[in-house]
């Protein structure tokens, strides 16, 4: 089924997650060709947290910093500005989605073991250089981000999914239920945020099983692919930890590791995830269980994410401790301002405040949150000392839901806690019911997709039908114009074609196409839209592609057919293809004209000795 299709529609829809901001600006700038790194750097700079983590980057170790750097122009220089601007688009990525409707994704762990993957290709690449190591990081933790687009567009039915996917199921599901799984749709994120092509084919590569190939696409999917394994050992416990250990060590020989560098190198990538959990803001301190069954874990009841705000650190401390254990997971700042900060990037279920606080108190904190969305349902217990009736009629009127008096009895804030707990299961249950009644528009909606993707879908070989190839060429025309990039089509034409039906039938003919149409996709890059536009006859939209490198494409294409010959087959000649390629840059007529020039060119390719390829502009 055509995920190129269902990619666009969301696309359209706005609901994939997206960066924002100055990841925004940055984007823009570095999309230009004359921005110069200075103008890079004042962007950067306009965020002091980004800026703080781009000086971190640029200095660690890890990615072969061998002198202190200490300004922003500097970091831009030395890491380059796509490294920049694709670590922007990262760290937007994740303080815009630390949590989310989902309620069977875990946000933090989805994170946390990005985290590691992104560390473990950084310290990988590091070693043996088949991508920046820096550039290597932020594809590591997008690696998945597929998943976090699933949980944000469909949260419940991919909630679903997770709670009913037993081992390897879940890609399968994800198809049936979105008709798009996650591993595509982080390949189209990636694709569409404009990473470099050659992490998007090895990042496709690396979930497929090994290639015997020596390339060095090969090479970074075989680093990704045993970067994900560390990943998996690092965020686990010490009983999962064991059971992983000798697939990591056997993976870790191809990639020249001894049992004794291997320990030394996990224990380096997990310094570096903890100290990147800290830069980032991501909790790096749960360690993962073995994978149990739903009923296994049913009887868990989670505890609630409370903010702890006052300016005495003994009171943070004691009350921490005290609610730690009773089983919530607690955060503390020591002021208004700070816990505003955590409140957006964290979103906590129940505040507890001090009133009297410098530079904010606890009353201007709670103004400000209920006249903030995200603060509007929040429930907030204010500890009070001496106030009085009138202040604390006051404290209600600006919207705290609870008081409990200083110096603080536990039994009684425990209490209040819990009654909170049940007015915001209340509200969990009124959004749920809510959800219920979205959920049948949405599975509406999901029908609706599936239908419009057989409509765009060829039915006998699963790609983009002529239909869909035509409107995105126009789309990737319009695009190619606009940034001044350049896009080529291939137009293929199966040789001899009418003789496999004639002779062997109209179904081994089916299958000839079938497998020709495998063949263009495992030849295709990941950026190259393969379609079938009918007959014996297809297209290959190559974007960011001029005409000559296509040609490379076509004749990857062409000698792939002419070597992988369909099983079982007793074809009187060998199927071969006719290749007519057109590329172009700048302000050419228009696509229909790109296509007639390949098809111009194909025509002589058919005319001649056919099993070729012929680039319109050579003839
Ligand atoms: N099996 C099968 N055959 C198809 C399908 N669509 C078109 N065809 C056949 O494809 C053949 C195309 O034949 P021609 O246009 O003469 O082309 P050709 O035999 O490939 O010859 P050249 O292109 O000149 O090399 C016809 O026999 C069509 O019936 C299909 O979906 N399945």
Known sequence: MSTEFNFHALKSAERLPSPSGTALTIMNLVQKDDTSVKQLAEAVKVDPALTSRILNFANSAA?????????????????????????????????????????DFDYNTFWMKSLAMAVAIAALTARERTAA??????????????????????????????RSAQGDTLIKLECERFAIDHKALTLMLMQDWGLPGLFLDALKLSFQPPQAEVTRTVRFASQLAFARQLSHYCVADDQYRAALLADVQKEAIPHNFTDETLSQFIDQINQQWQDWGKLINIKTDTRLAFPTTQAEQSDVLPGLDILLVDDD?????????????????????????????????????????????????GLALCRTLRSSAIGKN???????????????????????????????????????????QRITTLQQEVEREKQDIQRTNAELAVANRKLGIMANTDLLTDLPNRRYALARLAQEWESAQRYNRPISVLMLDLDHFKLVNDTLGHDAGDEVLSHTAKLLKAASRATDIACRLGGEEFLIIATNTDGKTAVLLAERIRIAIQTHQPNGLALKRPITVSIG????????????????????????????????TQLASEL
Request: some cysteine; charged content about 20%; proline content about 5%.
């Open 313 to 361: 650190p003994l009171i943070l401390v004691r009350l921490s401790k005290q609610l730690t254990h009773a089983g919530h997971h607690v955060a503390v700042c020591p002021d208004g301002e700070a816990a505003l900060k955590h409140v957006l990037e964290n979103k906590p279920q129940i505040i507890i405040t001090d009133w009297r606080m410098q530079p904010m108190d």
């Open 133 to 162: 190591p820096e550039e290597a990081f932020t594809l590591g933790l997008l690696s998945e981000i597929g998943q976090l687009a699933l949980a944000t567009v469909w949260p419940d039915i991919f909630g679903e999914c997770l």
């Open 378 to 420: 929040l429930y907030i217990i204010m500890l009070t000392a001496a106030e009085t009736e009138d202040e604390l009629v006051e404290a209600f009127d600006v919207g705290i839901d609870d008081y409990v008096t200083k110096p603080v009895n536990l039994k009684i804030l425990l209490a209040r806690i819990r009654a909170g």
């Open 581 to 612: 390629v057109a590329g172009s840059i700048g302000n050419q007529p228009g696509w229909n004209e790109l296509i007639k020039q390949a098809d111009r060119a194909l025509y002589v390719v058919k005319a001649g000795r056919r099993n070729a």
């Open 63 to 103: 990615f072969g910093a061998h002198r202190p750097i200490a300004n922003v122009n500097e970091a831009v220089q030395m890491m380059g500005m796509q490294a920049v601007r694709n670590f922007a688009l990262s760290l937007s990525l994740v303080s815009n989605n630390r949590k989310g409707h989902c309620a």
